[in-house]
């Protein structure tokens, strides 16, 4: 599988698009081409090799015996480098000792499906096809494609789908075609997202990295290969650059991993972090987008925004981003709602808003005449349901992604994101915050003063509550930090009243959901409505650890005590969580326990990286080395391109890991923490608001030397050096930094 956003293309290693099961390069969702069938004197060439040579473009290498030669070997050499774009070059080579006079036939075919019907295995017959100047072209569900090749055939056969060229090859000598598959939209159909256009350059600097484990080295470079081919736009503004959650099952714009994969990749520079955070600002739901109201505190008044964020209710509605097919984590339908709710209930349209009609993900309607009726759902940033294991109902992704909002606008903020920016955004992250005032349960819709559902209504939560999970509840309590020092820093009211909400649930967290045992103790997984903690143990409590970056280059206190942090820093590293290959999702002595289950036992690369660079920051080195141990031994087997997730089996001698049979590959999260595993260790913490960086690298230097060249520090060149002792020397920084290192 290539894939360079919108477009990929799948096929077995044979390189041949045979039509079946996800086979076919791929636009915007629709399947330009399903068949591409090379034959060569009526023989397909003999697969020799087939692999990939970067995220967007593969590499297939085939032979082929010349009918009656006498020599052994063969004669012909095919070689098919094919790109996600829609682009496959075909060069036939003649190592022979005579001419090769024989035809070339590639046989096409399409069925122009959408990939959500083709990844729940619903396959339609191939479409017939019609010539067209060098090529065929076909028509159908309101789509079309066409295939152009350059030279033009000898022949086309529009009822067989077949092109077809007479070759004559001179010995030493090479013949080549290219052929272009190409979607045709409708006239008048909204614009899809586009890629990341000719002249726009990468949201991020290209890093050098040297260090003693040469894994990470290979790690980081294709990592950033694989978010690079992930790279989205609104076609309206294509300089906002966001990441697709991942290929295949969820190509599209999911709220929360976008979000992730911008924050993890802060060190690299703010451009992918402010083109994500203006796309989601484009499609928050809003109450009333002429005048929006943005919140002071977790209990008191509104005060008025300054005005709307570019995009989100002044002007032309965005693009609607489609996400294309569900996945393994996804638990959703393409027909469900933006924002829905563990329910499936469809939340009511702004007033004066146009409906949305996207997938998961899209756009919420903004837009239209204002309104004095408050939106039940103002202020939350849109995201699709998620499967949340066997323990617990299915998640709304709109929850983690409206907290992650405001994390990441005040972490690009810290990393040197403009001033101008970020206030830009700050009436959206004003509303986030509103969103998580709304949602604290009173008692009645969940456990009372903790943080159940920002993807449902009140009235929804009060006829079904909700559970109040951990990880939420970190999510919540970072936030509403980060809140309150974006509010101090520009002058809004507030960020008091948001410093002792987050006071006051440290301190109920660490009554009502530590759970005393004979090992000491541990978090619950989550509190159940009617206030029974639930003793899961799962690898959702590494988000405790994720404190997030506060002033000075500081962290912020989080929701567990010293003592209760060295428990669970034990804890992680068990053989119930840590299986050797990285965190487990659900601890092995569970009886629910299914190494390929996404929530019930399987990896999640970027839960195990949140726990190494969590724990090293907490001081607990040791443990986090043993977790970074486990994933770089992983990314050996995946040839350092992670999956988002694989087998939670035993780590075995000779026995490498167990893939996971739907996980997207690229995918946007682990890919961003893949970069952020290696990049963490060096303790790089900015302050650019207070002219501060401070450098904490992990004293055990578990990666031995390791030098960081060309990381962005308000957008300036910076450059770190740790020894194998675990000093830190900075080489290169901005001029108006003030350095700080141990």
Not at 42 to 64: D, H, K, N, Y
Not at 560 to 577: C, F, G, K, W, Y
Not at 630 to 639: A, I, M, N, R, Y
Request: with cysteine; proline share 9%; net charge neutral.
């Amino acid at each position: 599988m290539c894939v360079s956003a919108p477009g990929m293309a799948i096929s077995a290693s044979d390189g041949q698009l045979r039509g079946q099961g996800m086979h076919g390069f791929f636009r915007s969702g629709v399947r330009t081409l399903a068949r591409m069938e090379i034959r060569i004197g009526g023989i397909e060439p003999m697969p020799l090799q087939g692999t990939l040579t970067s995220t967007s473009a593969a590499r297939f290498v085939g032979a082929v015996r010349i009918p009656g030669d006498p020599d052994p070997d063969p004669a012909l050499t095919v070689e098919r480098l094919r790109h996600a774009d829609g682009i496959e070059t075909v060069t036939v080579r003649n190592t022979g000792l005579r001419p090769a006079r024989l035809p070339l036939e590639i046989a096409l075919g399409t069925d122009l499906g959408l990939l959500t019907d083709i990844a729940a295995g619903r396959r339609t017959a191939d479409l017939p096809g019609q010539v067209q100047s060098a090529g065929l072209r076909w028509s159908g569900h309101g789509r079309g494609a066409a295939v152009s090749a350059r030279p033009s055939p000898h022949a086309v056969l529009a009822g067989a789908g077949v092109l077809r060229w007479d070759l004559e090859v001179q010995p030493g000598a090479r013949w080549s075609v290219e052929l272009h598959a190409e979607v045709e939209s409708a006239a008048g159909a909204v614009r899809p997202p586009t890629g990341r256009g000719q002249g726009v350059p990468l949201p991020w600097a290209e890093p050098e990295v040297r260090c003693d484990d040469q894994r990470a080295e290979r790690l980081i470079a294709r990592s950033l290969d694989a978010l690079g081919g992930l790279l989205l736009a609104d076609a309206d503004r294509p300089t906002d650059l966001y990441t697709a959650s991942g290929a295949p099952w969820r190509f599209g714009l999911t709220a929360a991993d976008a979000l992730w994969a911008a924050r993890l990749t802060l060190p690299l520079g703010t451009r992918l972090a402010a083109g994500t955070l203006r796309a989601l600002a484009r499609r928050q739901h809003v109450a009333n987008p002429a005048n929006p109201a943005g919140p002071v505190g977790p209990a008191s008044g509104q005060s008025g925004s300054t005005g709307p964020v570019a995009g989100s209710g002044s002007g032309p509605a965005p693009a609607p981003t489609f996400v294309f097919g569900t996945g393994a984590d996804s638990g959703v339908t393409p027909a469900a709602p933006a924002g829905g709710s563990a329910g499936g209930h469809t939340p009511p349209a702004a007033p004066g808003a146009a409906p949305s009609t996207t997938a998961p993900g899209g756009p919420a309607g903004a837009g239209g005449a204002a309104s004095e009726t408050a939106h039940p759902m103002d202020g939350v940033v849109p995201g699709p349901l998620r499967h949340g294991g066997p323990e617990l109902p299915p998640t709304c992704t709109a929850t983690e992604a409206t907290l992650l909002f405001v994390t990441v606008l005040a972490e690009a903020w810290r990393w040197g994101m403009p001033r101008a920016e970020v206030a830009e955004l700050l009436p959206a992250a004003e509303r986030a915050l509103g969103a998580l005032r709304a949602a604290v349960a009173d008692g009645t819709d969940g456990p009372e003063g903790f943080v159940t559902d920002l993807g449902r209504s009140a009235a929804e939560r009060a006829a079904r509550p909700g559970a109040a999970r951990c990880e939420v509840q970190a999510q919540a309590h970072r936030a509403a930090l980060h809140g309150a020092d974006l509010l101090d820093a520009f002058d809004r009211p507030g960020a008091q009243e948001w410093r002792s909400w987050a006071a006051g649930l440290r301190e109920r967290f660490r009554e009502r959901f530590w759970i005393d045992d004979l090992s000491g103790g541990r978090p619950a997984a989550a509190l159940l409505p009617d206030d029974r903690p639930l003793p899961a143990l799962a690898s959702t409590l590494v988000h405790l650890f994720d404190v997030g970056l506060a002033g000075d280059g500081d962290s912020y206190e989080g929701l567990l005590d010293r003592e209760q942090s060295r428990l669970l820093a034990q804890r992680l590293v068990t053989p119930e969580l840590d299986c050797g290959w990285g965190l487990r999702t659900l601890s092995a002595k569970s009886p629910r326990f299914n190494p390929l289950g996404h929530r019930s036992g399987a990896v999640r690369v970027h839960e195990t990286v949140l726990a190494v660079s969590g724990l090293a920051e907490a001081g607990f080195e040791r443990e986090a080395g043993a977790l970074l141990e486990g994933l770089l031994d992983s990314s050996t087997h995946f040839e350092a391109r992670l999956p988002e997730m694989y087998a939670g089996e035993q780590k075995v001698a000779d026995c490498p890991p167990v893939p996971h049979h739907a996980a997207c590959r690229p995918a946007a999260v682990s890919a961003a923490a893949a970069v952020h595993l290696v990049l963490s260790l060096a303790g790089v913490r900015p302050d650019v608001p207070s002219g501060r960086v401070a450098v904490r690298p992990a004293s055990t230097a578990p990666l031995g030397e390791l030098q960081l060249t060309g990381l962005r520090i308000a957008g300036e060149p910076f450059s770190v050096r740790v020894s194998r002792i675990g000093v830190a020397v900075v080489e290169e920084a901005p001029a108006a930094l003030q350095l700080g290192a141990r």
